[in-house]
């Protein structure tokens, strides 16, 4: 009788688990973690063709990072001739609200499409971000923002325009297969949320930082100029504390 692959990469995964634990966050919680990754694994049949060592590879890289497959904290990405490990937008938020060295409250990206309202303005010499997106606008995504809360008041936060995102895509972008196509929006949001992460300080170790670098969707040797033109989406580089307009925690993107 055929053993499930399923169950050979759990039987397989629960030995290195075991073996390299120091390597695992301190809160890890291995029987969840195993259990959601032997449902995953059979759910998604395009991880089949590959062998048993290349998925729990994989599977161990969001262990060391302390996400999770079946709550889509993470992806394995397949169609290429390697298997890939993806942290996706939930995941990112996750991680960087758990590790900066800043505490915070709160961090969160969205897409602004056409018809919806974005202003940067400055108010009482502060600069402040105003966000009213339309109800259930499934419009062209224009641009994308991220902003992280702090517990101490202050607020960081990131802009870019949709051709800037494509134009990092198209010169930095790695090979995942047809994620950009399937989830537009959700890509677009970890462009800009990868970005503002870069300006945050996180306590990570050695290894949680490679595998966080390599579980990114760009590959950057340098990075992009940013565009001088006029838009809204340009904010000021002079400051990173701005107010909080919470019509942004309305999710439209």
Not at 202 to 210: G, H, I, S, W
Request: aromatic share 10%.
């Amino acid at each position: 009788m055929t053993v499930a692959i399923e169950t050979q990469v759990q039987e397989t995964l629960d030995r290195i688990l075991d073996s390299k634990h120091d390597a695992l966050p301190s809160d890890f919680k291995k029987k969840r973690f195993s259990e959601n990754c032997k449902v995953y694994v059979a759910e998604e049949k395009d991880l089949h063709k590959y062998t048993i060592d290349d998925i729990v590879a994989n599977l161990f890289k969001g262990a060391v990072l302390g996400l999770d497959f079946l709550a889509k904290e993470c992806h394995l990405i397949t169609g290429g001739v390697d298997l890939k490990f993806q942290t996706d937008y939930k995941g990112e938020m996750k991680l960087t609200k758990k590790y900066s060295v800043r505490p915070m409250l709160d961090v969160y990206a969205k897409n602004v499409r056409e018809g919806d309202i974005f202003r940067e303005q400055i108010i009482e010499g502060r600069p402040a971000i105003h966000f009213d997106p339309l109800p259930f606008n499934a419009s062209k995504i224009i641009g994308s923002f991220a902003i992280a809360l702090f517990q101490d008041g202050g607020m960081v936060y990131e802009s870019i325009p949709a051709g800037e995102i494509e134009e990092i895509r198209k010169n930095y972008g790695k090979s995942l297969g047809d994620a950009w196509e399937k989830s537009q929006g959700e890509m677009y949001k970890r462009t800009v949320l990868r970005r503002l992460c870069k300006t945050i300080e996180t306590d990570f170790d050695a290894e949680q930082r490679l595998i966080y670098e390599m579980g990114g969707a760009f590959e950057f040797t340098k990075q992009p100029t940013r565009s001088r033109q006029q838009s809204p989406f340009n904010p000021p580089e002079e400051s990173e504390v701005i107010q909080n307009d919470r019509a942004a925690e309305t999710d439209q993107g």
